[in-house]
């Protein structure tokens, strides 16, 4: 059974829609990418979600419970540029959220001594200021906050957009821990995260949902191979010639590398080196990669 169940959402303001009755679902125990460009409507959708804000139209299901019903209780929210109270030390500001979200005083503080380890902040830093916090340990503490209640569901809106390449690990180490936990739905433009820790995509362009699904599935889809080839020389010269075969889609040059899509591998590997070894190629460098998420991504918006 669904856990969510998001059926023709659409958010407007004034003539402008901005999310365009997108449709989707997804189960328990998953990570969900939501990616695209920015303006792509992908913070608007987040925030109807969490019941943050109304949407224009359309419904969404959480589990048995009625249509547009309010879920915020089976929600963790946590918005991309989040709020803290500086002052307060870590410990302080959980317990603080737990009471808010309707827990005991006590049953607070447990519940913060053990998201302070799953978060990874240490016994010495819980008691320190979040003023003196880095980008990432506030991060995780934002992370730790939204979950202070149990929910089902974690929602994240670009987690480690603003983070150093040491913060933004920690922070995907985490999500891919909690996964176990909970489902966990997150927003971001950088691919490679979107690539490494989700199971599911959905891609968002201009309001609209132009494909979703398992990546190994959206892989198979759209696969295409990548072969880089360096020749010395004149490389327009070998260009021209690449252009030729049947099995190339297309070509380009960075540098002094030519970037080769493929539609198959296997053929396109023997065309070229049957051309290369008969015309005598000077080739310097040959290899093959698979195609990337951002790849993919740029053909699916192109198309």
């Known amino acids: 059974m669904s856990l969510l169940t998001v059926n023709n959402l659409t958010k ?15 189960g328990h125990n998953k990570c969900i990418a939501l990616i695209g460009p920015n303006g792509a409507g992908k913070t608007t959708t987040l925030r109807a979600l969490s019941g943050l804000l109304k949407p224009s139209d359309g419904t969404i299901q959480f589990e048995n419970q009625e249509k547009n019903h309010d879920i915020r209780d089976k929600i963790g929210y946590l918005p991309q540029y989040p709020a803290f109270h500086t002052w307060m030390t870590g410990k ?10 309707k827990l005991t005083k006590e049953e607070a503080k447990k519940r913060a001594d053990e998201l302070l380890k799953i978060v990874g902040i240490s016994d010495e830093a819980k008691n ?28 994240l809106d670009e987690p480690v957009a603003s983070l150093d390449p040491l ?44 494909e979703s699904g398992s990546i190994a599935k959206l892989r198979k889809k759209y696969q295409t191979t990548i072969i880089e080839l360096q020749v010395e020389g004149d490389l327009n010269l070998y260009q021209e010639k690449l252009n030729n075969l049947e099995t190339i889609i297309s070509t380009k040059q960075e540098r002094n590398t030519l970037f080769i899509t493929a539609s198959e591998v296997k053929s396109a590997r023997d065309e ?10 000077p080739i310097t460098t040959f290899s093959i990669n698979q195609a990337s998420l951002e790849d993919m991504f740029m053909r699916v918006v192109k198309s």
């Open 128 to 155: 320190e200021r979040i003023g003196r916090y880095s980008g990432g340990m506030k991060q995780r503490l934002g992370i730790a906050q939204a979950i202070i209640h149990r929910p089902k569901l974690l929602i």
């Open 167 to 210: 913060g933004r690990r920690e922070v995907l180490v985490l999500m891919e821990k909690l996964k176990e936990e909970m489902t966990i739905l997150f927003s971001t433009h950088i691919l490679n995260d979107a690539e490494e820790v989700s199971d599911e995509l959905i891609l968002l362009h201009q309001g609209q949902i132009i």
């Open 92 to 101: 302080e500001f959980l317990v603080y959220s737990g009471k808010l979200a």
């Open 12 to 26: 407007k303001y004034g003539s402008k829609t901005v999310v365009d009755h997108i449709s989707f679902e997804f």
């Open 272 to 281: 070229i080196l049957a051309t290369a070894t008969k015309e005598n190629w």
